[in-house]
């Protein structure tokens, strides 16, 4: 296949992924747009991931591996996938999610015909297990027809609610044009393992991006069951909070656009919320007492947010106790505002956590 007949490059992060990518691979290769490539990066896996996507190489050229020898997460693979690849459209893949055929060649079309360089469906959310049905992230009547996303309205989609965890922006994975993130140096933030698509996107749309979303569901989203305790770390949040006080420094982007700014606003306060709560923890797993009483102390409202989250968190913390703590790294889910983080091949803790 020469460089100008690839229409997509599949990039898909893979961490201890194996028993998924059958499935996952199987569903890009059976695309009715075949002019594609699939870039799985093995993010230094210690099981078979590498032997199954190689044998899966060697029956369609179309499959290319790439080896990380060192874990760099979401963002990092992402962005190797990212400089390898020559489609003309960027399409996310998480290792153990699926599409239906059809989705490729329906996000292309749409992106040709409303000019968009950001196309984005519904979700279908699984359950791992079979247990229950397979449901569209967002209803009909609340998305009834295809539409624009603006920076305010994708702000304000994740900031979420603890009674819709799965309803959010945060969870599309948009096929994005490459030319457009090369021509603005795009890319995803290494440093973060949570968020690091939130902060894209909002990068995509402060350049301009014209981003299409329709409600039609074609993207399979693994959820599996397990912990909602949020795995980001406070640097990530951090870093969030950082881009946000940019935003919401320029008066004149805020004055000629007041539902960003109330987006913004919002979003914020959540994030700051999870940032109180997180950097107090981390300071007492540290042991760092006089680190965890500045957190606590800082100002009126990181007391109080620390002392809600911790309230809230507390059944759920209990819970693991009685039943031994943490084990292994399952999909998480999460607990408040949902995610705009994908996974390293598996979402993991480190890699997929709750999101914003």
């Not at 050229?61 to 760099?72: E, G, S």
């Not at 993130?181 to 894209?200: P, Q, V, W």
């Not at 007492?284 to 957190?295: D, E, I, T």
């Amino acid at each position: 296949m020469h460089h100008g007949e690839i229409r997509a490059s599949i990039i898909m992060p893979a961490h201890n992924a194996e028993q998924y990518l059958d499935r996952s691979i199987g569903s890009a290769l059976t695309q009715t747009e075949q002019r594609c490539e699939v870039l799985v990066i093995d993010d230094a896996s210690s099981d078979a991931t590498a032997a199954v996507v190689a044998r899966i190489a060697g029956q369609d050229a179309r499959v290319r591996l790439l080896r990380n020898t060192v874990n760099l997460g979401p963002a990092g693979s992402r962005n190797r996938g990212l400089a390898e690849a020559r489609g003309d459209w960027i399409v996310l893949l998480d290792a153990d999610d699926g599409m239906a055929p059809h989705r490729i060649e329906t996000l292309i079309a749409l992106g040709e015909q409303h000019g968009a360089d950001l196309v984005a469906d519904n979700l279908l959310l699984s359950p791992e297990n079979g247990v229950g049905p397979v449901t569209p992230m967002i209803s009909a009547r609340a998305f009834p027809a295809g539409k624009y996303l603006s920076l305010a309205a994708f702000v304000a989609g994740n900031v979420g609610s603890r009674w819709t965890p799965r309803v959010s922006y945060g969870f599309f994975q948009p096929i994005m044009r490459r030319d457009f993130l090369r021509a603005h140096d795009l890319h995803y933030e290494e440093k973060n393992r949570f968020g690091e698509d939130f902060l894209l996107y909002v990068a995509c749309l402060r350049k301009g991006a014209r981003w299409w979303i329709t409600p039609e569901a074609m993207y399979r989203y693994t959820v599996r069951p397990g912990s909602l305790t949020d795995v980001q770390s406070a640097a990530d949040l951090a870093r969030i909070r950082a881009v946000e006080q940019v935003l919401l420094r320029d008066a004149a982007l805020l004055a000629s656009d007041p539902e960003l700014a109330r987006a913004l606003r919002r979003h914020k306060a959540v994030i700051d919320r999870f940032y109180s709560y997180r950097a107090f923890t981390d300071a007492l797993k540290a042991q760092a007492a006089s680190r965890a009483l500045q957190v606590l102390f800082e100002s009126p409202r990181s007391t109080r947010h620390i002392i809600l989250e911790s309230m809230m968190r507390a059944p759920a913390v209990m819970m693991k106790a009685l039943h031994g703590g943490y084990r292994g790294i399952p999909r998480v889910t999460p607990s408040l505002p949902p995610p705009g983080s994908g996974g390293s091949g598996v979402r993991r803790g480190g890699g997929g956590a709750p999101a914003i």
